[in-house]
Each structure stands twice: as structure tokens, then as C-alpha cells.
């Protein structure tokens, strides 16, 4: 069964730094593209940050560029998103998914994990 | 970038009615589009993807069509259980910008 398992959410005051991480099992994690995705509270979904199999390609929304960093450990079957600067408008459940893509057969998000809520409050 | 505009922001409707959902992109992107389905409190699933192919495990009164830049998310008969917020979503390239949202009530 495939499942993706984040942590490392919590209460943050801004300015501060925050990583997250995603654990993946019941599939080969290393043939993934993995996503981060946010969700403001009451809010729609906002793409974060995507890195490809081999971490050669990534890529960031504009609004977390230059404050936010992902990366994985294809031996630990993990994701991370590490956040610094942190904003208010920052505060959401994180949620990591994964997507299968090649150059031949592009498919979106087909798992997600359960959430990891981050609130950036003084 | 490429925009993302779903319609209507929300809407009502009754159990057995057919509805109708539009997502429309700034640029074409031809049939990468997917639609997720999000009920309250709960992690959003992948419905539709290419278009207009069913996720497995995905109900048949469900169904996508479009290409280029207009979009269709069509439930045949609304049941109780498809009470939920509903986005597309472009994933041809970054990136990879939702809609945002559609919220279905009964």
C-alpha cells in the first residue's frame, strides 16, 4: 500500500525556520517525482516546490523562491522542504505528493500524504 | 505564468442533478489537466487526469472533456457523498497551478 507520511509542522514565529519531511513507502520512491503542496486555512490548494527523481530538476513557486529549499534522500525514502524566513502568509498544511513523469507519460498527483499543519504566529 | 480559472466559485444542486464544472487556462496546454476532489477535512484525490481518463477506483458518473484551454468536469447524477470542493490543475510544466475551487453543495 502506498503511503506518504510528513512531519515536522508546528508553531513558528516569523522570520523563523521550519523543516519538513515526508516519508514514503510501498512503492519505489526513487522513480517519483515529489511534490510539496499548501493549503491556507480555508483556502485553496497552492503548489509549492517539485524535484525530480534524481533532484537535477526543481523547482519553486514564486511566492516561497529564495526561502524555501527541497530536497530528498532516495535511501531514506524521504522529502523535505526546509523553510526559512517565514511568513504569516505561510501558515498551511503542508502536504507531500508524489507524481509519476517521463518524457513520454506525464500523470499529476495520484497520492498524497495526511498534512503537516505550519503556523507562523508571534 | 499560466492562470488558472475555475467557475463557478460554488454552487447547489440536488441529488440526481447533473453538474457541470469549467476550468479554464490562460495558454493552452493541451490535455494536461486534472481534476481533484477534496470533501471536508479530508486530503484532496485524484479524479481525472489527462483530460478525460477516470483515476481507478474513480465512480463513472464522473467524467472530464477538453483540450488547449477549456475544460469540463462533469458529474452525471449528484449524490450525497460528491459534496466537496473540486480543482483542476495544469501539470505539464511549472508550475503546476490549481484553480481555485469549486465548492459543491446539495
Known amino acids: 500500500e502506498v503511503q506518504l507520511g510528513e512531519s515536522g509542522g508546528g508553531l513558528v514565529k516569523p522570520g523563523g525556520s521550519l523543516r519538513l519531511s515526508c516519508a514514503g513507502s510501498g512503492f519505489t520512491f526513487s522513480d517519483y517525482t515529489m511534490n510539496w503542496v499548501r493549503q491556507a486555512p480555508g483556502k485553496g490548494l497552492e503548489w509549492v516546490s517539485s524535484?525530480?527523481?534524481?533532484?537535477?530538476?526543481?523547482y519553486y513557486a514564486d511566492s516561497v523562491k529564495g526561502r524555501f529549499t527541497i530536497s530528498r534522500d532516495n535511501a531514506k525514502n524521504s522529502l523535505y522542504l526546509q523553510m526559512d524566513s517565514l511568513r504569516a502568509e505561510d501558515t498551511a498544511m503542508y502536504y507531500c505528493a508524489r507524481r509519476w513523469y517521463t518524457p513520454m507519460d506525464i500523470r499529476p498527483f495520484d497520492y498524497w500524504g495526511q498534512g503537516t499543519l505550519v503556523t507562523v504566529s508571534s | 505564468d499560466i492562470q488558472m480559472t475555475q467557475s463557478p466559485s460554488s454552487l447547489s444542486a440536488s441529488v440526481g442533478d447533473r453538474v457541470t464544472i469549467t476550468c479554464r487556462a490562460s495558454?493552452?496546454?493541451?490535455?494536461?489537466l486534472a481534476w481533484y476532489q477534496q470533501k471536508p477535512g479530508k486530503v484532496p484525490k485524484l479524479l481525472i487526469y489527462g483530460a478525460s481518463t477516470l483515476q481507478l477506483g474513480v465512480p463513472s458518473r464522473f467524467s472530464g472533456s477538453g483540450s488547449g484551454t477549456d475544460f469540463t468536469l462533469t458529474i452525471s447524477s449528484l449524490q450525497p457523498e460528491d459534496v466537496a470542493t473540486y480543482y483542476c490543475?495544469?501539470?505539464?510544466?511549472?508550475?503546476?497551478?490549481f484553480g481555485g475551487g469549486t465548492k459543491v453543495e446539495i
Open positions: 490543475q495544469k501539470y505539464n510544466s511549472a508550475p503546476l497551478t
Open positions: 495558454q493552452a496546454i493541451s490535455s494536461h
Open positions: 524535484i525530480s527523481t534524481t533532484s537535477y530538476y526543481i
